[in-house]
DNA sequence: GTTGCGCCTTGACTTAAGTCAAACTTCAGT
DNA sequence: ACTGAAGTTTGACTTAAGTCAAGGCGCAAC
């Protein structure tokens, strides 16, 4: 597929005229990055953003004695990388591929460039930081508010709403790298697991999930109940 | 002073041109907080948003036992609320003033409006965005990776830097909304100042803290080194 | 198959930080 | 100046969650 063709497909690109599909194009890059490769580290210098075209990108920061925090797992055809490109400065984050994954990659400057001839790219462009910048305040809500058992409960019911509310869950990631989204560690989630399964909220089987207390997990998540 | 004067001499709306400071002019309403009073509460319709003029603002949330935590204290010129204006749904937190605030509103509407055609004005509100979502990221690490006392040093250090490098800060917020900012509690945030007043980190008097070992400080807020 | 290496789980222990309660200080309002 | 409310400090206690260490499971490579 040509690169105009795989622009015009992307929702952070839809009502823009053909020709600027063209232009986008025009700057675009077509990059593979394979698992385990970085696509930046925090600190760089942010020379442009992504947009995942398949695969898997994981973002997140470390301490300094190894703990991990991942603020996002992305996936096609989701960006990455672009508010650094409009305040300028550099990445706040890391960002390395979990599976081989094509990226389209745009210059910061090119961009922002064309961005000043386009108030519906700038349009987009602001309705995904809204969105990103809601998704981090419910994560600080979460870190700060609520306890773990909140966090993974709050978790599961959103992947299963991701699922159309069915209440299987096929877990996408490993539980070392759930663990690292939910600002826990994997022992700590292993023993809530386990403690959800024995009230029955919860039935886990290696990657599977199935919620079987739909109401009470939804008490937890917001706090009105506790694990006993 | 009238309303184009005001606008004109705001940072978000630096190079527009004087016509389109009137247009905002034509949209803007001063409105008048005191004290205590809310300018939304998290999950209300984000009819607009606002810009502070003097006085200062608390964006926060609380839990339902609750605890709060604050996002930011906001003080003229700063926007607040824009965010939600873009991604089209509602307030995410809740806002108060903290004194005497009078502020501009801009509604929604028509704000996006202008938006559409005038992309510095676009540019503007992305830069914003970009650095309100960093400031959270910095708020996810700190909550996530950093223990109390080294979330207070890199506190202590960041408004010190505001204030030059001087080593003399005078606290603005009161010790309970900084255990707030700090996602923590009062009594642990006493508790640690005591701390890092005896290990002649600090001296503490009042509203006043001195910071006397800048640089042991700064290992603290970095995770290089812990209070004994 | 068996070897080895992540991933995951479990137990015993430690610890940071929250809870509860009491007392003291500061400050605004009458 | 007095009163009361709010802000702050301190102590004793509890608890959620992290650390450390060991063992099991599952999968891929040889």
Redesign the pocket.
């Known amino acids: 597929m040509d690169m105009t063709s795989i622009i015009a497909g992307l929702p952070l690109f839809q009502g823009l005229a053909p020709h600027q599909n063209a232009t986008l194009a025009g700057i675009a890059q077509r990059r593979y990055y394979s698992k385990g490769q970085i696509f930046f580290s925090e600190g760089d210098n942010a020379d442009g953003f992504y947009i995942i075209l398949s695969g898997r990108v994981k973002i997140f920061k470390l301490s300094p ?1 190894g ?1 991990e925090q991942i603020f996002h797992i992305l996936e096609a055809p989701e960006p990455f990388g672009e508010a650094a490109v409009f305040s300028g400065e550099n990445f706040p984050a890391s960002a390395t591929a979990l599976v081989e994954t094509p990226v389209l990659f745009f210059p910061a400057g090119k961009f922002t460039g064309l961005i000043r001839q386009d108030p519906i790219l700038a349009l987009s462009m602001l309705g995904l930081l809204s969105l990103r910048l809601r998704k981090l305040t419910t994560l600080v809500e979460n870190l700060s508010l ?4 909140a966090r993974l409960a709050a978790y599961l019911l959103y992947q299963s709403r991701d699922n159309e509310h069915k209440p299987v869950i096929e ?1 996408d990631v ?5 663990a690292g989204l939910l ?12 403690r959800m399964a024995e009230e029955n909220l919860i039935k ?1 089987d ?2 599977t999930i199935t919620i079987l207390n739909r109401k009470h997990l939804t008490d937890l998540a917001e706090g009105l109940r ?1 694990l006993s």
Chains 1, 2 share one sequence.
Do not use: F
């Open positions: 004695d703990k609520k306890e773990v058992p877990l490993s539980k070392n790298q759930m600002g826990t560690i994997p022992e700590t989630l292993s023993r809530i697991l386990k886990t290696a990657r506790k």
